[in-house]
């Protein structure tokens, strides 16, 4: 049933909807924005947030492989063709947040919500091209007070180590519950669980607080 009506909408919508195709491309005028294919839409929004080589090879195969592994990981411990949410909640509610809250919203928010210069815009505002707001981004160090390299470093250093610290501390405060989980599939399912959180952080850090980079060192910037 969920087929044939998600098949009659999309025959509807292909019907009644032109696709929203541009002008021939013109090699002397640049769009503003300049937008990726809607499927890299995400790829392109990520990199907002976070360093090209994190934001396009580090983050999509831990996404990819993640929610492949998600399955295999996170068993049932009554075995193999149980498939309600029951039985399942942390793999199903983990896979929808990661594709649909992550993976679709991304893409949902680069298409209608950066407008020229690739700025944020809400959907009720008009992209006015003229009106390019530059935001002040500052490194997240910065903003507590620490100005030296050294103390940045540090400061940032202690932030991710705090942030993935929570994986052995969770597990030994409910140590007695996953028992039956083991410590290394416990550690692969919180290391997926604890970066995939940490993206949000991240783009909650920089849309909220216009935060930057949570650690910066010269060859590595988070």
């Keep these: 049933m969920c087929a044939i009506i998600i098949t009659i ?24 924005p300049s937008k990726a294919p809607w499927y890299f839409l995400g790829l392109q929004e990520m990199l907002v947030y976070f360093d090209p080589w ?12 993640g929610l492949m592994a998600i399955p295999y990981i996170d068993v049932n411990p009554r075995g193999n063709g149980y498939y309600t949410f029951k039985d399942r909640k942390f793999a ?7 594709f649909l809250v992550l993976w679709v ?17 809400m959907p009720w505002e008009h992209w006015d091209p003229h009106k390019v707001v530059a935001l002040t981004n500052i490194d997240l ?27 052995p501390i969770w597990y030994i405060w409910r140590r007695d519950t996953l028992v039956n989980v083991g410590f290394t599939r416990y550690a692969l399912k919180a290391f997926l669980f604890v970066t995939m959180m940490g993206m949000v952080a991240k783009m909650i850090l920089r ?16």
């Design 105 to 121: 919203w991304l893409v949902i928010q680069g298409t209608f919500m950066r407008g020229p210069g690739w700025n944020f815009f």
């Design 92 to 98: 199903i509610l983990t896979f929808l947040f990661g």
């Design 54 to 65: 994190m934001a396009g090879v580090v983050l999509p195969t831990l996404i990819i492989v």
């Design 9 to 32: 909408l999309l025959t509807v919508w292909s019907i009644t909807i032109d696709a929203p195709l541009e002008e021939p491309a013109n090699p002397s005028v640049t769009p503003n």
């Design 141 to 167: 160090p910065y903003l507590f007070g620490f100005r030296t390299y050294w103390s940045q470093a540090a400061f940032g250093i202690f932030c991710i180590a705090a942030w993935y610290a929570t994986i």
């Design 207 to 222: 849309i909220g607080f216009n935060v930057k980079y949570v650690l910066v060192l010269p060859w590595l910037n988070i």
